[in-house]
T-cell receptor, first 113, second 112 residues
Framework: GAVVSQHPSWVICKSGTSVKIECRSLDFQATTMFWYRQFPKQSLMLMAT?????????EQGVEKDKFLINHASLTLSTLTVTSAHPEDSSFYICSAGTHQPQHFGDGTRLSIL | GIQVEQSPPDLILQEGANSTLRCNFS?????LQWFHQNPWGQLINLFY???GTKQNGRLSATTVATERYSLLYISSSQTTDSGVYFCAVPPVSQGGSEKLVFGKGTKLTVNP
């Protein structure tokens, strides 16, 4: 079946650094991918829609300059958290699929010290 | 936007017990998915069920689209069933997008 790979699965870094998270569709091409964020003990919230070859669409309240999304190929979307701060610590997870249902990556646990 | 409510928020069971989780949504949908998030954070697709009933082993789900709710049944629960169960629907009524709005989840704990 369709598989979505996300990397890294876990990252710890110092405040002020930038962190890049990759989301790959392994056996299908995805013109659209989605990025979600989940704070501890909360639900998943959509951050942005990643569109291959064009700008991402961000949900209300999500800073596009802080969360840079690049979807340069049909199998790869990246989310870069720029100048990360402790409040950006969260679980980030992507999804992709050519149709319903969407398939989710295993997520990235980001901890900013 | 569409509202998704799940109940109960927490559920504790003894191994072997059965349970029913509920998901109510505020508008018509053409997509509904149930997920299990395990303690490591992995989100597992359980059912894609915009309407009707489906079964997969000890799990089954029913969506009554006209009444805007879905139920997830877990029978003969096992400790590995522990985790958080989410339902999710498109953000716009009859939306064709693949993006999803998640409910707040039901945290299930199955004790041995």
């Amino acid at each position: 079946g369709a598989v979505v790979s996300q990397h890294p699965s876990w990252v710890i870094c110092k405040s002020g650094t930038s962190v890049k998270i990759e989301c790959r569709s392994l056996d299908f091409q995805a013109t659209t991918m989605f990025w979600y964020r989940q704070f501890p003990k909360q639900s998943l919230m959509l951050m942005a829609t990643s569109n291959e070859g064009s700008k991402a669409t961000y949900e209300q309240g999500v800073e596009k300059d802080k969360f840079l999304i690049n979807h340069a190929s049909l199998t790869l979307s990246t989310l870069t958290v720029t100048s990360a701060h402790p409040e950006d610590s969260s679980f980030y997870i992507c999804s992709a699929g050519t149709h319903q249902p969407q398939h989710f990556g295993d997520g990235t646990r980001l901890s900013i010290l | 936007g569409i509202q998704v409510e799940q109940s109960p928020p927490d559920l504790i069971l003894q191994e072997g017990a059965n349970s029913t989780l509920r998901c109510n949504f505020s508008d018509s949908v053409n997509n509904l998915q149930w997920f299990h998030q395990n303690p490591w954070g992995q989100l597992i697709n359980l059912f894609y069920i915009p309407s009707g009933t489906k079964q997969n082993g000890r799990l089954s789900a029913t969506t009554v689209a006209t009444e805007r709710y879905s139920l997830l049944y877990i029978s003969s629960s096992q400790t590995t069933d522990s985790g958080v169960y989410f339902c999710a629907v498109p953000p716009v009524s009859q939306g064709g997008s693949e993006k999803l709005v998640f409910g707040k989840g039901t945290k299930l704990t199955v004790n041995p």
